[in-house]
């Protein structure tokens, strides 16, 4: 009833409105009217004349006289934009009506309590465990533990700027640590736990980020439960296999990896990810308490080293990453044999039973006292983005600073620079990257300005569930969801990639921009021109065009988890903002680039 009620709301409602015709209802309805004829009065035995309809009623309804200008009120005509705020302002009463909250208060939630009450009763009703908790949060939790607002809505949702104060430190680490135990009930018994967010203001996400890590749930969200994308994905997540017809899930994971003792620390980022990033080592008792602490074992046998770590669940989409740590020890053995990991990965599907999925790798070792170009031949340029997106959001999920963790990445850039690329000391313009190389700048350049780093504009939530999203994706979805792709479709042409710039806009030309969370298609002035006055005006390559293009976006978000929010749009319109904040930057990719050859030769 509270979703059904929010698509009323006047920001929903009149999103699409035609301003034109708005404003002139608008000044129709306000335009003077005659005034009516006065009401005769009439008499009645032993009291004052009565009138038809009531007394005339004055200026602020006192009686007795007409109205100011001599105009009785009158309702909006339907389908105005005046009638569009009456129905939303209902609509809006009949929802705070529905959830119980007081005049001037946030309707009362114990979000927290909930998840705690469902997690129990799973384990007292099932022995396995093998279950996913999904919340529904249409609001923030205003009451019990895990509490991150006021129920007066007087007082606002915690910002940015509240997290990082050293005056609200303590509730934010009593949420956090209360939202880590809900996981570490979660992840023992092999139950998942998903978080359905519909909302315009923070429902806590920020504070429930561990229950979605550690036990491989799922982070949706969305402005109303009613939304397209979020039923999408619902269906995604739960969907059932052509041929059992159960969910494509693996609940209470475990995941190991084998490898040399050269290896002495592994650092997990995504799946099974604790705190904004679990580093663990083998060598003294203080690792083994860290390890301990975060739920990973170590073990080791002969001159292998084994990691073990609970995954949650699993499933299709699922994506983990390791970051490992070698040692500088010398190998005992032949150094020039391949460099063995093993990593396993054993869970139990819906049906029953247990499964073992095993990958091995032999990677090559680079000889001793090769120089760094000896690396590039095996070096993945996008596995290395989609690392660096991982680790970023770690850091910043930390408590470091964006300045800091920018700071970080220039500098690995330049370092990577001055040891693979060629150039003559002190020429800019001299500077050749190598081929397995050449992306990795744009692609940090386009992470210096996306959501894992930038907070301004972002709301706590947003910037968390942008950084969960980025931490658990596929490299090539990574890659989408931090340098979005444009093409370009014009009548008669081959579509073709097009830079993230505004000239890439034409009036011909039909934009297709796939953020990842968002596909938009932009339709140029006069195609959009076309499309409003072909009545009568058949136009076959346009025709083309337009169904190609609506093809190519239904394509790109078909089977996609989290599933994206189609927009189509005409240039110029309200929507088209989607596409043009992707487009302007504030520093533009070749200014970038100028800086970092000039300080690569210096």
Request: with cysteine; glycine share 10%.
């Amino acid at each position: 009833a509270a979703a059904a009620a929010a698509t009323k709301r006047f920001f929903v409602a009149a999103a699409d409105v035609d301003l034109n015709a708005a404003l002139g209802a608008q000044r129709d309805w306000c335009k003077p009217r005659p005034p009516p004829p006065p009401a005769a009065p009439v008499a009645a035995a032993g009291g004052p004349p009565q009138y038809p309809g009531g007394p005339p009623m004055g200026p602020g309804g006192m009686p007795g006289q007409m109205p100011m200008g001599g105009m009785p009120p009158q309702a909006p005509p339907p389908g105005s934009f005046a009638a569009k705020v009456a129905e939303a302002a209902a609509a809006e009463r009949e929802e705070v009506a529905s959830t119980g909250a007081a005049e001037g208060e946030r309707a009362p939630r114990c979000t927290g309590s909930a998840m705690s009450a469902a997690i129990s009763l799973l384990g007292a009703a099932g022995a396995d465990g093998g279950a996913r908790v999904v919340v529904f949060c249409g609001g923030p939790s205003v009451g019990g533990q895990g509490a991150i607002a006021d129920a007066s809505l007087r007082k606002t949702i915690r910002s940015h700027g509240d997290i990082d104060s050293k005056a609200e430190a303590g509730s934010r680490r009593r949420a956090l640590h209360f939202y880590d135990g809900l996981a570490q009930r979660a992840v023992a018994r092999g139950t998942a736990i998903d978080l359905v967010c519909a909302s315009l203001e923070d429902v806590g996400l920020f504070e429930m980020r561990p229950c979605v890590q550690r036990t491989g749930g799922a982070a949706l969200v969305s402005e109303t439960f009613g939304a397209s994308e979020l039923l999408a994905s619902l269906e995604v997540l739960l969907k059932g296999g052509s041929e059992t017809g159960q969910t494509e899930q693996g609940f209470d994971a475990k995941c190991e990896l084998r490898l040399t003792k050269q290896c002495t620390a592994m650092t997990l980022l995504g799946a099974g990810e604790i705190g904004g990033g679990t580093t663990v080592g083998a060598a003294s008792a203080v690792a083994r308490s860290e390890m301990a602490a975060a739920g990973v074992e170590a073990s080791e046998a002969g001159d292998a080293r084994c990691f073990e770590w609970p995954a949650g669940c699993i499933g299709p989409h699922s994506c983990a990453a390791l970051n490992l740590k070698l040692s500088d020890k010398t190998i005992r053995g032949d150094r020039n044999a391949p460099c063995v990991l093993q990593l396993t990965a054993s869970y139990s599907p819906p049906g029953g039973g247990r499964r073992l999925r095993v990958v091995t790798l032999a990677l090559p070792r680079a000889q001793k006292g090769a120089p760094p170009q000896a690396l590039l031949p095996a070096f993945d340029q996008q596995a290395a983005a989609a690392l660096l997106v991982r680790m970023a959001a770690q850091k910043a999920d930390s408590g470091a600073s964006t300045e800091s963790v920018v700071g970080w990445l220039d500098e690995l850039l330049i370092k990577m620079m001055k040891s693979l690329a060629q150039y003559r000391k002190g020429d800019p313009a001299s500077v050749v990257p190598p081929p397995p190389l050449a992306q990795l700048p744009q692609l940090i350049f386009h992470l210096r300005r996306s959501g894992v780093l930038r907070v301004a504009g972002f709301s706590p939530d947003r910037t968390a569930a942008f950084r969960l999203l980025a931490s658990s994706l596929s490299v090539f979805s990574t890659l989408v969801l931090i340098q979005p792709t444009l093409t370009g479709l014009e009548p008669g042409r081959p579509p073709a990639p097009l830079p993230l710039d505004s000239a890439s806009i034409a009036p011909s030309r039909t934009l297709l921009l796939d953020t990842f969370q968002q596909v938009v298609l932009c339709h140029g002035a006069h195609v959009a021109a076309w499309m409003k006055e072909k009545d009568g005006k058949e136009n076959p390559e346009l025709q083309k065009l337009l169904d190609d293009s609506r093809e190519r976006a239904a394509a790109l978000a078909a089977n996609r988890f989290p599933a994206p929010e189609r927009i189509e749009c005409t240039q110029y319109s309200s929507k088209a903002r989607y596409l043009t904040q992707k487009l302007h930057a504030d520093v533009s990719l070749l200014d970038f680039l100028r800086a970092l050859y000039k300080t690569t030769v210096e």
